[in-house]
């Protein structure tokens, strides 16, 4: 057997060693999720950026925004598997087993999808969003005009632009936490919210 031969041999070997993990694309985020994901982007920068407080075009996106906020919501509800909430709802033990595998700098294999803190950057934003939509309604509105707290204009005004101001905060926490978490699970989740896929690794002990 020439030099070349014993070469190809082990080259053979290496490539069809059962020990090599192997990466795979996985179906991920639905239409939907993706749609009202980069919408609900556009629509906070258009009304924080853009549009003059007050205007019928602030109004009309703040609504639009809080409409598709809600049609997120109940996705989470009746939708595809990953955007459900019974998926990635940070409860006590996903967030422990979760930062468990952070401090000792292992992926979390067990959240395909969102992250438990994710999730609460995700649930915090939707919260903040559908204040801004209630608080925006009450003050274009008399409906509780005879209640002295939410029929007290001003109140309603500070309320509100609390809620907008807390979005400069969020919003950059959040790109902030997406980049890093990229860099860390070296998977490019900015993509995989345009896409819908994500990369899976599997060990060799996953592999037929």
């Known amino acids: 057997m020439s ?7 082990v080259d053979d070997s290496v490539i069809n060693s059962p020990n090599i993990p192997e990466t795979r694309q996985v179906k991920v985020w639905d239409i939907l999720v993706r749609f009202t994901h980069w919408t ?3 629509g906070i920068i258009a009304n924080l950026l853009f549009t003059e407080d007050g205007s019928d075009l602030h109004i009309y996106v703040g609504y639009t925004v809080v409409g598709l906020v809600v049609l997120r919501l109940l996705w989470g509800l009746i939708g595809t598997h990953y955007a459900r909430f019974t998926n990635f709802f940070p409860t006590p033990t996903r967030l422990k087993h979760h930062l468990s595998d952070i401090s000792a700098r292992r992926a979390d294999e ?6 438990p803190l994710a999730a609460i950057m995700m649930l915090s934003l939707w919260a903040v969003i559908i204040g801004l939509g209630i608080t925006g309604y009450l003050m274009e509105t008399d409906f ?4 002295q707290l939410l029929g007290n204009k001003d109140v309603l005004e500070e309320i509100h632009e609390l809620l907008a101001n807390s979005l400069y905060l969020l919003v950059p926490l959040h790109i902030i936490a997406a980049i890093a978490m990229s860099y860390w699970q070296r998977q490019n989740l900015i993509k ?3 896409t819908g896929q ?3 690794t599997d060990k060799p002990s996953d592999m037929k």
């Open 3 to 9: 030099q070349q031969d014993m070469i190809d041999v």
């Open 198 to 200: 994500k990369t899976v």
């Open 40 to 42: 609900v982007a556009a």
């Open 144 to 147: 509780f005009s005879h209640i």
């Open 192 to 194: 995989s919210m345009i």
């Open 110 to 115: 067990q959240h395909l999808g969102h992250n």
